[in-house]
């Protein structure tokens, strides 16, 4: 990642500051209706992904789980009780056996191709010049793959610069729930348990809502500190966090675009702009399961003209890739982080 010179805060003006503190004195605090936000409040969670990450790699049971994750027990308790309720998982008891199991369901099953765009993006920005921990490999056309982000429509590569959005039927605003996943993690490493793990390394900069949002102002256009400020309903203490954190890992660059007093903007870089695909791919699973029929957003696909939704596509064969069809080679024992193994070409 690159090197940045320390950042100088950007003072906010006074209407926006003392709309900023008002917020952060209690005053509720409204936010925009967002699938990937939604999607971001269960998988920003690390002991959450980390849960269901192991689960596409095919563990199952209680004991399992603890012994890739070290996780303490009650947490894993905790974690799992939620994912229930949620219905990413569900639970069964095979045979006769009184050890229950669990599985995931369709809904967690479809967090697949999200997670599978959150790597991508991993290996290609985050990787620091080593081998990538998984090769994918799609059993349907027997290729190494490299899954793009793709428009259901035309199943060509979507980027930021290629598509444009337009309210939903359920646009509009929220009174926003106070909640740890608006807090950046002191133990952001958490992440990077049990394996390597790109999607793991790609949530360590985003996985905290508060950076996610930021980065999402980027896409809809709003690059000014006064104008995230105020949109965010954040505080100026929090921005100027989230900001630098974000311009220090590349996600974001800092422009001067007045002096007396100093102004600045932030710009998504190549780097923060290849996060469209995880975006779009994490809007698709909330838009399919948490927005009740009534997406927030509607895009469309300005190459074809057409309203699409992000299709995960093998970029061999183009088709839609599911977790049954993929395997994988190691560069990594699983074994080394008493972890199983996921389903390797090899095994």
């Given amino acids: 990642m690159p090197a940045i010179a320390k950042l100088q805060t950007t003072t906010p003006s006074a209407r926006t500051a003392a709309k900023a503190s008002k917020a952060q004195a209690g005053t509720a605090?409204?936010?925009?209706?967002?699938?990937?936000?939604?999607?971001?409040?269960?998988?920003?969670?690390?002991?959450?992904?980390?849960?269901?990450?192991?689960?596409?790699?095919?563990?199952?049971?209680?004991?399992?789980f603890r012994s890739?994750?070290?996780i303490p027990r009650a947490t894993l308790t905790d974690r799992l009780r939620k994912l229930t309720q949620l219905a990413?998982?569900?639970?069964?008891?095979?045979?006769?056996?009184?050890?229950?199991?669990?599985?995931?369901?369709?809904?967690?099953?479809?967090?697949?191709?999200?997670?599978?765009?959150?790597?991508?993006?991993?290996?290609?920005?985050?990787?620091?010049?080593?081998?990538?921990?998984?090769?994918?490999?799609?059993?349907?056309?027997?290729?190494?793959?490299?899954?793009?982000?793709?428009?259901?429509h035309c199943g060509e590569r979507v980027s930021a610069r290629d598509a444009k959005y337009r309210d939903g039927p359920g646009a509009g605003r929220h009174a926003a729930k106070a909640g740890r996943n608006t807090r950046r993690a002191s133990d952001g490493n958490r992440f990077q348990l049990g394996r390597p793990s790109s999607v793991s390394r790609a949530l360590e900069i985003i996985g905290d809502k508060w950076s996610f949002m930021v980065v999402r102002e980027g896409f809809f256009g709003n690059r000014r500190?006064?104008?995230?400020?105020?949109?965010?309903?954040?505080?100026?203490?929090?921005?100027?966090?989230?900001?630098?954190?974000?311009?220090t890992s590349g996600v974001l660059s800092r422009r001067q675009y007045q002096s007396s007093p100093d102004r600045y903007e932030y710009l998504l870089t190549d780097m923060g702009r290849d996060l469209y695909g995880p975006f779009i791919t994490m809007l698709r699973w909330g838009d399919r399961w948490l927005s009740k029929g009534k997406p927030p957003l509607l895009l469309t696909h300005l190459t074809c003209g057409?309203?699409?939704?992000?299709?995960?596509?093998?970029?061999?064969?183009?088709?839609?890739?599911?977790?049954?069809?993929?395997?994988?080679?190691?560069?990594y024992d699983p074994k080394a982080f008493g972890a199983l193994g996921p389903r390797s070409i090899d095994s």
């Fill in 29 to 64: 605090r409204n936010e925009r209706n967002c699938s990937v936000a939604r999607t971001l409040d269960i998988v920003s969670d690390a002991w959450a992904f980390l849960i269901i990450r192991e689960a596409f790699f095919g563990t199952q049971t209680f004991e399992a």
């Fill in 88 to 152: 990413i998982f569900r639970q069964i008891a095979p045979g006769s056996s009184l050890r229950k199991e669990y599985r995931l369901t369709k809904m967690g099953f479809d967090l697949y191709p999200s997670f599978i765009a959150l790597m991508q993006f991993g290996d290609r920005w985050l990787a620091g010049g080593k081998p990538a921990p998984l090769t994918l490999v799609h059993v349907s056309c027997r290729c190494d793959s490299h899954p793009i982000v793709a428009c259901s």
């Fill in 225 to 247: 500190y006064d104008k995230i400020l105020t949109e965010l309903e954040i505080a100026p203490n929090i921005l100027t966090d989230r900001l630098n954190r974000l311009v």
């Fill in 68 to 70: 890739a994750l070290g």
């Fill in 306 to 331: 057409h309203d699409f939704h992000a299709s995960v596509n093998c970029d061999c064969c183009k088709q839609p890739i599911v977790a049954a069809d993929m395997r994988y080679r190691l560069t």
